[in-house]
């Protein structure tokens, strides 16, 4: 890590004074974009990192990172919590890229070069983009959205248009046009995505809306499908739907929309994989169940289930692993195939600190990045992978990328 902070420093020390004032002017701008868009369903993020390089290419996975929002929930003891993470210092070398938006759309950012490769295919947008996780990549669309023919959230509005932009790609690919509140989900198929649309803009929602799997260059993949009255489209299981309801958001429902029918109700669902749904019902004693909706075999985890609202959790791409972050903030791994929780020492640190994590695409690493919410920086880019006893650490003081890492925090 000594290595990492002498070339940090030095690269600090070379930047003009100018550039400090424009990164905290941003970081502001920033914080007030992410406070407009934390009503959105999906709690997408600002940025997504993709990539740690250490020798050779690896990929991160997150919004940054997590597809849940990671609970910040206040308890006296946690005051006392430290407002760092620990472990070995990183190897030399690690290069972190992410994925950013801008007035001409979105680019990827490197730490390295401290440049932007901007991407291509998507228009400018007032407001900048969007972006949610998908298989191999992301979804991408524009926060400015024309004024609605109703009260929020009671009816469509005017569609929008989704793009997408494969992991590290320069090239954005047109999707088609959805409803801003639930109209790409993930599918379990690569190269393939769910849209949901609905007749008009006035259209409520009470049975109107349709699904349709499509590539994600916008090629119709098979028919349409009608969704049950007051159900959003979250995700792809499987060859099944995840539907919340439109009036709570706790309750959810996996769907067959092939038969058309309803497979099973679900309380507090926390995560779901291209073939898993993590959940519990809430009750004192219970634990956090895996289904595998393709086997339908269940399992019962150690993860203590009696408050799943306050638990942050994501599954990686093979489904295998699952992180989550505990009430009492420490990062948690558990292993579905050898039943297995492992805490990761350093990583529950005080609610002074924001706090982020994701796996990285197609792989066991888990990557976190944590800093100060009092100041912008210093922050801390970590990872860890299974047989690991703690945490690779990284200071980050270049206060662009600390905008950059912090703005990754769920919307």
């Known amino acids: 890590m000594a290595d990492i902070e002498q070339q940090l420093r030095s690269a600090m020390h070379a930047a003009v004074d100018g550039e400090e004032a424009a990164a905290g002017e941003l970081i502001r701008l920033v914080r007030r974009r992410h406070r407009r868009h934390a009503t959105w369903v999906g709690a997408v993020a600002v940025l997504a990192v993709l990539a740690v390089t250490i020798s050779a290419a690896i990929t991160l996975h997150g919004r940054v990172f997590t597809s849940a929002p990671v609970s910040r929930p206040h308890h006296p003891t946690q005051q006392h919590l430290p407002t760092k993470l620990s472990g070995l210092p990183m190897p030399a070398g690690t290069t972190v890229q992410v994925l950013i938006t801008n007035a001409s759309g979105a680019a990827w950012y490197s730490t390295a070069t401290r440049r932007t490769e901007q991407i291509g295919g998507l ?26 023919p109703c009260s929020p959230n009671q009816c469509a509005g005017q569609p929008i248009q989704f793009y997408f932009i494969a992991d590290g790609s320069l090239a954005a690919t047109r999707i088609g046009a959805g409803y801003a509140r639930d109209g790409v989900a993930a599918s379990s198929r690569p190269g393939a995505v769910w849209l949901a649309t609905y007749p008009r803009a006035s259209a409520t929602f009470t049975g109107s809306a349709t699904a349709q799997l499509i590539s994600t260059t916008g090629r119709p993949l098979g028919p349409r499908h009608r969704l049950p009255a007051d159900w959003l489209l979250i995700t792809g299981v499987g060859s099944y739907l995840r539907l919340n309801n439109d009036q709570n958001n706790n309750l959810s429902i996996l769907w067959d929309p092939r038969a058309g029918r309803v497979l099973r109700h679900f309380d507090n669902i926390i995560a779901t994989s291209p073939e898993q749904i993590a959940w519990s019902p809430g009750c004192r004693s219970c634990r956090v169940q895996i289904l595998n909706v393709s086997t339908g075999t269940t399992v019962t985890t150690p993860i203590p289930g009696r408050n799943p609202a306050a638990l942050g959790a994501i599954f990686s791409d093979d489904g295998r692993l699952l992180a989550v972050q505990q009430p009492g903030r420490e990062i948690q791994v558990f292993d579905t195939a050898t039943r297995t929780l ?26 976190i990045a944590a800093g100060p919410n009092s100041r912008p920086g210093p922050a801390q880019l970590a990872y860890w992978q299974p047989g690991d006893a703690g945490l690779r650490v990284a200071t980050v003081r270049n206060l662009r990328e600390i905008t950059e890492l912090q703005t990754g925090q769920p919307g």
């Open 123 to 148: 228009p400018p947008s007032q407001g900048g983009y969007q972006f949610g996780r998908l298989y191999g990549g992301w979804a991408a669309w524009s926060t400015t959205t024309s004024p609605s």
């Open 342 to 367: 492992t805490a990761i020492p350093g990583t529950a640190l005080s609610t002074a600190a924001w706090q982020n994590f994701g796996w990285q695409p197609g792989g066991p690493r888990l990557v």
